[in-house]
């Protein structure tokens, strides 16, 4: 918005400009100042600019597979006190994100020729007495030997596993 006023102020004034954003004139005028005098900023704005660097540089150091967990424990051991949320809100502003290790679960594979099984409730899953209506459904839990697929019934009206 700031840079948007800038650029327009010369051909319609700032209040107008500001009145049409909805915005104060004292807001832009504001962050002017701030940007003139920075020792004006928010003191989280003044430890955001002393810790990007920080950041920055653990993550480079560490050949960028570093994330927000590893990056904020490094900076911890060398005695540089941040909390872990702040270390994710600048990884995230910076562009920065950790290797996922291991290989993605590919867990369905979509056949598009396959025809669709009919929706018989047409979508309105409610019934008026327990036994009435029953659904089913099927998903895939992970085990320490892999995954495995369960299925399970449920009845609308109770919503509990029937089997």
Not at 33 to 50: F, G
Request: with cysteine.
């Amino acid at each position: 918005m700031t840079a948007f006023v800038g650029e327009h102020r010369q051909a319609y004034g700032v209040e107008p400009i500001c009145r049409i954003l909805q915005i104060a004139p004292s807001a832009y005028y504001e962050r002017l100042r701030k940007r003139r005098e920075p020792d004006r900023r928010s003191a989280q704005s003044k430890r955001d600019e002393v810790l990007r660097p920080e950041i920055l540089r653990v993550f480079s150091e560490h050949f960028g597979v570093y994330g927000v967990r590893k990056v904020w424990r490094q900076l911890r051991r060398e005695k540089i006190e941040v909390a872990r949320c702040t270390v994710a809100r600048l990884m995230r502003d910076l562009g920065l994100q950790g290797v996922i290790r291991g290989k993605p679960k590919r867990t369905t594979i979509s056949d598009k020729s396959a025809p669709c099984p009919l929706d018989r409730v047409n979508r309105q899953f409610k019934a008026p007495a327990p036994n009435r209506l029953w659904v089913s459904d099927f998903t895939y839990v992970t085990t320490w030997a892999g995954f495995v697929y369960v299925a399970f019934v449920i009845d609308v009206f109770a919503r509990y596993i029937v089997g």
